[in-house]
């Protein structure tokens, strides 16, 4: 389904198991944007603190659509497991509360629109050559980091702002993936 661009309004959103980021469009404006952090450490808890933060922002801003991280597949499986819990929390209040339409988008679907792609061997080597006595995980973490400021960095030059949370920079992104592709975006 195509959006009529005019019509469109969007909540985008990027989740973790510590905060929940979010974007808002209506057409190809970004109108707002923010986080919650879900305090509490008991995942019953945070569920409540998700359900209420998506509660309250899909009243104030009544969108029609929602687009979300595809969660990913991690090593942690305790991890995956309650990030599933928190995205089920997101889509099941957001639908309750009238939003249309929901989808999601997998990270490298997203972060490759944006003009993000995956770091080259040679952007590799450059950080391995930095960090010789660091851990694999170390550098993933490093790799990690570089393209989390390219995302930052389009979100500021995109839309002429001085955003320096990488978490909010990836819900814009997510957003932009609706405004720039939005016929791959499959909504359900």
Same mark, same amino acid.
């Given at each position: 389904?195509?959006? @009529?661009?005019?019509k469109?309004?969007?909540?985008? +959103? /990027?989740?973790?198991?510590?905060?929940?980021?979010?974007?808002?469009?209506?057409?190809?404006?970004?109108?707002?944007?923010?986080?919650? =952090?879900? !305090? @509490?450490k008991?995942? *019953?808890?945070k569920?409540?603190?998700?359900?209420?933060?998506?509660?309250?922002l899909?009243?104030e801003? *009544?969108? /029609?659509?929602?687009?979300?991280? *595809?969660?990913?597949?991690?090593?942690?499986?305790?991890? =995956?497991v309650?990030?599933?819990?928190?995205?089920?929390? +997101?889509?099941?209040?957001?639908?309750? !509360?009238?939003?249309?339409?929901?989808a999601?988008?997998?990270? +490298?679907?997203?972060?490759?629109?944006?003009?993000?792609?995956?770091?080259?061997?040679?952007?590799?080597?450059?950080i391995?050559?930095?960090?010789?006595? !660091?851990?694999?995980?170390?550098?993933?973490?490093?790799?990690?980091?570089?393209?989390?400021?390219?995302?930052?960095s389009? =979100?500021? /030059?995109?839309?002429?702002?001085?955003?320096? /949370?990488? @978490?909010?920079?990836?819900?814009?992104?997510?957003g932009?993936?609706?405004?720039?592709?939005?016929e791959?975006?499959?909504?359900?």
């Amino acid at each position: 389904m195509l959006l @009529d661009a005019v019509k469109k309004k969007v909540i985008a +959103i /990027d989740s973790s198991t510590k905060s929940v980021a979010w974007s808002y469009f209506e057409g190809s404006s970004l109108l707002s944007y923010g986080k919650f =952090v879900l !305090k @509490d450490k008991e995942m *019953s808890h945070k569920l409540e603190e998700v359900c209420e933060g998506m509660a309250d922002l899909v009243e104030e801003l *009544s969108p /029609d659509y929602l687009i979300i991280e *595809s969660p990913f597949y991690g090593n942690n499986v305790k991890t =995956v497991v309650n990030l599933a819990m928190i995205q089920g929390a +997101i889509i099941g209040v957001a639908k309750h !509360k009238g939003v249309r339409e929901i989808a999601s988008v997998p990270p +490298i679907a997203w972060q490759k629109a944006i003009g993000n792609e995956p770091l080259t061997k040679e952007e590799k080597s450059v950080i391995m050559d930095k960090y010789p006595e !660091k851990s694999i995980s170390y550098l993933t973490n490093k790799y990690r980091e570089v393209r989390k400021e390219r995302t930052i960095s389009y =979100v500021n /030059d995109r839309f002429l702002l001085r955003l320096d /949370d990488d @978490d909010i920079a990836d819900a814009v992104g997510i957003g932009c993936y609706v405004l720039d592709q939005s016929e791959k975006v499959s909504w359900e």
